[in-house]
Structures are given as structure tokens and as C-alpha cells.
């Protein structure tokens, strides 16, 4: 299938990196050869040589990555943490980062107990654009975002700080975590960043059974030296996990879309609940970053995630939590299924209790990853494990 320039997203999804093999077959094989053979020493008789260094179902997933990405090139991993490693690895020693400040925890693990042990240096702050005159130095070589930042939800203005960053020092290479998004609501690379990245296992293979990073760039030098490095790492997915987050994403947009619509309906009831003190909701217009929603989202939608704090501190964020019915108590998000969690004693609980309260992680804080089930179903959930708290 030869893609043209003007298909839209859902047709990219379906048909990137879809290729028929030799039998026509419809849905590309799980190719589990660890070896390919050649015709004469150094001759390999088509694209592939060892399962390491490039894998038929990893080649189709990374194409369909760069497609969905509005990028030239994709690149997956083992594992979301393991494309972060591999950013990090690519810069040189004495280098220095700056980080948004509410980055995924163990991407901020990573950061500082991990970059600096080969002598990369991160300073965080949630307020990019006041801080970042001050922050970039002229060894800055990094800017890391998360937009949402989870698990409040703020929104960073991607392109104003994009060319902020690039103002200060035109070598930094701009990377933007788009996990919680997802490439269906928002591309960062159209934005003028250099690398976009993803944990796959949420989102992107959506079903809550791979784990999988990815990332894609423009760049062609950054490209190949992140290629290099993921083939010298090895930290490569399985061909069946890149099997499977490949067919997942094909079901990207209606999954996400989906999610989004039901979240929105119950951001609305909790903002008018007497039992909910605050509601952090990208897509609700009480958001403080409403605007920039509406220009860097797709059509304004606001994901499938939703954090609230309800009234009654941390004993009713516990009632709350172990009274829903199709919503499951467990980390992770993105998948088909609903989920919530107590940030505060389960994803942020090694933060410190003060730094986390700083970025609004209180006890009495639940984050909802909003899954596909019936819309009135899930909003009858909250309704019903809401009526077990005090009001
Ligand atoms: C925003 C974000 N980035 C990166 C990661 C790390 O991804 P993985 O668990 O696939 O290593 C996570 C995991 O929760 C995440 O939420």
C-alpha cells in the first residue's frame, strides 16, 4: 500500500508500515528469526542482517510511528524508559539538561541518579518560560517536556517554548514526552521540536499487555546516532511485542477519541459535585491552559485522563478508590480498560511529601485513566463511589 501525502490519520494508522509479504498476506507475519541469510559473505539477500540491529515487525512498527508522528524516521525500544535512556546516552559528557519539573518519576529517577553518573546534569522547574533565561547554559544541551504533566495535568505551550529554549541556545535539542496525549491529539514535531517520545504501553498499544517505548524525529543526524545507539544498547523490542503494539495503534484514533469524550463527561460531573475540591482536566474550559489546548490539541480534545481531589483528605481518596466497580485500582494508563490510582501513596510516593504537594499532589488527589468502556456506565461509577464519601 503506497500512502499518499494527503491521507489522514485514521488511514495512516491502519496502512503504515503495513506491508504485504510474499504470500499477500493482509496482516504482516510475526517474523522470529534472530538471523537473515546472505548470498555471499557481507551480501545479505534483502534489507536484514541480525534481529538486533533491525527486525521486519520493528521496521513496520517504527515506519508507522514516523507516519503517525508527522516524522521522517521512528525508533522503538524496549521499553519507554529505555528510549529515554538512549536520548540521554546520545549527549555528550559534561553536558547539561533542563527538565519540566512534574516529569514521570522514573524519567526523573533516570535524570538524576542514572545521566549523572556519566556526567549529565538536570535542573528542573515547572515554569519554563520564567526560568529558562536563567537555566540554559552554554553546555544546555537538552530541554525535556511533558505535556500533560502527570498527574495534574498542566499544559506547556510547546512551540513558545520550543523557540524560548532555541533563543537561548540553538544547540539544544528539544524532546517532548507525549505519552498521555498520544500522536493522535497532538504532534510535537510540527511544533519545531527535535524528538518526539512515547512509553507505547500506554496509548500507543492501548490493550495494557506490551511494554514498549518509541520515539521520532525529523532529524536524519539524530536519527542515526540514536539508531546506532539503540543497536549498540540493544535495548530492542521482542518482534511479537512489536507486533502487537503495531496492530494496537491501527485502532489509535477511535480508541483515544473515544476516551476523550467520556473523561470530558466526567470532568463536568466532578466539577459540579459538592464532594470534589478541585478537577484537573485539559479539556475542561476552567483549565488554566484552555488556549493553548486549543491550538496544540486536536480539536481541542483534552486525552482520556482526568486527576480530582475530593473532599475528605486521604481516607476518602481511599474509600473512593476501592468503591468503583469497572474502574481497576492499578498504575499504568492508556489502555482500553478504565483505571484509576491515588498518586500520593502509590506512582508519586517517593517523593518527598512537601515537593509533592508543591506540584499539587495532596493525599486526597485520584488520577482516572478514562478507558473505552460505555460512557454512561463509567460516569454511573464515579457517580455511585462518589456517594460512599462524606459530602
Ligand atoms: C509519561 C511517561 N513517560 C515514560 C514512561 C516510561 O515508560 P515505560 O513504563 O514504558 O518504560 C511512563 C510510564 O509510566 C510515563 O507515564
Not at 498520544?182 to 512515547?198: E, F
Not at 521482542?238 to 469524550?261: C, E, Y
Amino acid at each position: 500500500m503506497v500512502l499518499e501525502a494527503s491521507d489522514k490519520f485514521a488511514t495512516r494508522a491502519i496502512h503504515a508500515g503495513a506491508h504485504v509479504d510474499v504470500h499477500g498476506s493482509v496482516i504482516e507475519p510475526i517474523s522470529l528469526s534472530t538471523t537473515f541469510k546472505q548470498s555471499a559473505p557481507a551480501q545479505p539477500l534483502g534489507e536484514y542482517e541480525y534481529s538486533r540491529s533491525q527486525n521486519p515487525n520493528r521496521k513496520n512498527l517504527e515506519d508507522a510511528i514516523a507516519s503517525l508522528e508527522n516524522g521522517k524516521h521512528g525508533l522503538a525500544f524496549s521499553s519507554g524508559s529505555a528510549a529515554t535512556a538512549v536520548i540521554l546516552q546520545s549527549l555528550p559528557q559534561g553536558s547539561h539538561a533542563v527538565s519540566i519539573g512534574d516529569v514521570y518519576g522514573g524519567t526523573h529517577r533516570y535524570f538524576t541518579k542514572v545521566a549523572n553518573a556519566h556526567g549529565v546534569d538536570v535542573s528542573f522547574t515547572n515554569n519554563l518560560i520564567k526560568d529558562l533565561p536563567s537555566l540554559v547554559k552554554s553546555n544546555t544541551k537538552l530541554l525535556w517536556i511533558e505535556s500533560p504533566t502527570n498527574p495534574t495535568l498542566q499544559i506547556t505551550d510547546i512551540a513558545l517554548v520550543n523557540k524560548t529554549a532555541k533563543g537561548l541556545n540553538k544547540d539544544i535539542l528539544v524532546v517532548v514526552d507525549n505519552t498521555f496525549l498520544s500522536p493522535y491529539l497532538s504532534n510535537p514535531l510540527d511544533l519545531g521540536v527535535d524528538i518526539v517520545v512515547h512509553s507505547a504501553t500506554k496509548y500507543i498499544n492501548g490493550h495494557s499487555d506490551v511494554v514498549l517505548g518509541v520515539l521520532a524525529t525529523n532529524d536524519t543526524e539524530i536519527y542515526q546516532k540514536l539508531q546506532f545507539l539503540q543497536n549498540a544498547i540493544g535495548a530492542i523490542p521482542s518482534p511479537f511485542d512489536a507486533w502487537l503494539a503495531h496492530r494496537g495503534l491501527k485502532t489509535l484514533h477511535l480508541r483515544v477519541r473515544q476516551a476523550a469524550i467520556t473523561a470530558t463527561k466526567i470532568a463536568e460531573f466532578l466539577r459540579s459535585s459538592d464532594r470534589v475540591v478541585a478537577v484537573n482536566y485539559p479539556g475542561l474550559d476552567s483549565h488554566p491552559n484552555h488556549d493553548v489546548v486549543l491550538r496544540q490539541h486536536r480539536d481541542g480534545l483534552g486525552g482520556g485522563m482526568v486527576s480530582f481531589r475530593i473532599k475528605g483528605g486521604a481516607e476518602s481518596a481511599a474509600k473512593f478508590s476501592s468503591s468503583t466497580r469497572l474502574f481497576t485500582l492499578a498504575e499504568s494508563l492508556g489502555g482500553i480498560e478504565s483505571l484509576l490510582e491515588v498518586p500520593a501513596i502509590m506512582t508519586h510516593g517517593a517523593i518527598p511529601e512537601d515537593q509533592r504537594e508543591a506540584s499539587g499532589v495532596y493525599d486526597d488527589l485520584i488520577r482516572l485513566s478514562v478507558g473505552i468502556e460505555d460512557t454512561e456506565d463509567l460516569l454511573e461509577d464515579v457517580k455511585q463511589a462518589l456517594q460512599t464519601v462524606k459530602a
